[in-house]
């Protein structure tokens, strides 16, 4: 198993900036990418950014220009350093990792979440 926990959210007025951190635990085999999903109130959960082990990133386009994912290898930790921030950022922001198993099986691990509200 695999335990994720993020922090850094919060509130924050509209244009402004936070930083959210997760880090992974527990029995680590290969971490092949880890990204950050959304999920606002009455909808569906969506993807924010990920990022590979290559460092290879991808964004929503909703965030690009804006938010800026990395990951640390060496620790399986990955960061969203968001900035100008828009009130439609509001959600439950969700790290993922995406785990190949010592079985080389691929499984998918989540966070507990954590709230990112940005007020107008």
């Known amino acids: 198993q695999v335990q994720l926990v993020e922090s850094g959210g919060g509130l924050v007025q509209a244009g402004g900036s936070l930083r959210l951190s997760c880090v992974a635990s527990g029995s680590i085999f290969v971490i092949t990418a880890m990204g950050w999903y959304r999920q606002a109130p009455g909808k569906q959960r969506e993807l924010v950014a990920t990022v590979t082990s290559g460092v290879s990133t991808n964004y929503a386009d909703s965030v690009k220009g804006r938010f800026t994912i990395s990951r640390v290898n060496g620790k399986n930790t990955v960061y969203l350093q968001m900035s100008s921030l828009k009130p439609e950022d509001t959600a439950v922001y969700y790290c993922?990792?995406?785990?190949?198993?010592?079985?080389?099986?691929?499984?998918?691990?989540w966070g507990q979440g954590t709230q990112v509200t940005v007020s107008s």
């Open positions: 993922n990792a995406y785990h190949l198993g010592p079985d080389l099986k691929m499984y998918d691990f």
